[in-house]
């Protein structure tokens, strides 16, 4: 009989978010994320997309106490030590989320921090949350986040501030921290202003800190802000403070971009996985398979 070692646990935490049948965004890059990250991925599903890499056809919601109960079954037994949420379709889903969160212990004065991604559309410009949902967001969830990571896009759905400058980030991340958040990340990603960078703004009420990185030439960005957010997560539960999970969120996916490729006619997605070595190119598991191609 072989002899199994018995590991350590590693850090726990949960996405609560929705699926991509071609696994570019959604729960399928958070728990590559997570994996990449160093920690164990747990998941509630909150809605079913039918998509690929050129548009959603499709959302079908889980049923809100199906999400809650996830949430409580695997807070009751493995434990979390970080939670994000991603899509969360719609404000029925948002209310089952806020108070599962609130039974467990997850955000605001709990001991489980709690990373909001207010996924709000798809790339495309596809609804992935009804219109009535982001008061719920604002309400309900931000009051309880630990940090909320939204890109311009969502900024502008959120708190009406079309951000094109960077002074209009700073004030966009004020207005954001007056809703409840301990901390605020504003994504640069979409300032035309940026052309050769990237600078995400964080906000703790206090300080603000510029986080800069490189641009890249490339529409690969499906999954971007899922797999950043996720890594921020990771960083959460494996015991950072936020500015240092946020600078390993960053660092995280400015690498992903970079590797990232393309899939189908449209937009390819980032890669989680670029930090995952090719285990079959080692010596011990020659001729197993081919080399990597490339
Ligand atoms: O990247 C945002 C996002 C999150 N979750 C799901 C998605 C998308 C974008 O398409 O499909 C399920």
Redesign the pocket.
């Known amino acids: 009989m072989g002899e199994a070692t018995i590991g350590v646990t590693p850090p726990r935490v949960m996405t609560i978010?929705?699926?991509?049948s071609g696994g570019g965004?959604?729960v399928a890059a958070d728990l590559r994320a997570f994996a990449a990250c160093g920690v164990h991925g747990c998941l509630a599903v909150t809605a079913v997309?039918v998509?690929n890499s050129v548009g959603?056809s499709g959302v079908h919601t889980v049923p809100p106490e199906t999400v809650a109960a996830q949430i409580e079954t695997v807070a009751g037994d493995i434990g979390l030590d970080a939670v994000k949420t991603?899509?969360l379709a719609g404000s029925a889903i948002i209310e089952a989320v806020a108070a599962a969160c609130e039974r467990v212990g997850i955000g605001a004065g709990g001991r489980t921090p709690l990373v909001i991604d207010p996924?709000a559309a798809?790339?495309h410009g596809d609804q992935?949350l009804a219109d009535e949902a982001l008061e719920a967001f604002r309400a309900l969830l931000f009051p309880r986040a630990t940090v909320i990571t939204p890109n311009l896009d969502e900024v502008r759905l959120l708190i009406g501030i079309d951000v094109h400058d960077r002074a209009a980030q700073y004030e966009a991340a004020k207005v954001l921290h007056g809703l409840g958040p301990r901390h605020v990340l504003v994504k640069g990603g979409h300032l035309s202003e940026d052309v050769d960078g990237c600078v995400d703004l964080l906000y703790d009420g206090h300080t603000f800190t510029e986080l800069p990185g490189p641009r890249f030439d490339t529409g690969n960005t499906?999954?971007g802000?899922?797999s950043m957010a996720a890594a921020i997560a990771s960083g959460l539960a494996r015991g950072m403070a936020v500015p240092d999970a946020v600078a390993f969120g960053k660092r995280y996916i400015v690498e992903a971009v970079r590797h990232s490729y393309p899939l189908g006619a449209g937009h390819g997605p980032v890669s989680p996985l670029w930090a995952v070595r090719p285990w079959w190119d080692e010596p011990q598991h020659a001729g197993l398979a081919p080399s990597t191609l490339q």
């Open positions: 978010a929705g699926t991509d965004a959604g997309t998509q959603v991603g899509m996924v798809s790339m992935l499906h999954g802000g899922d």
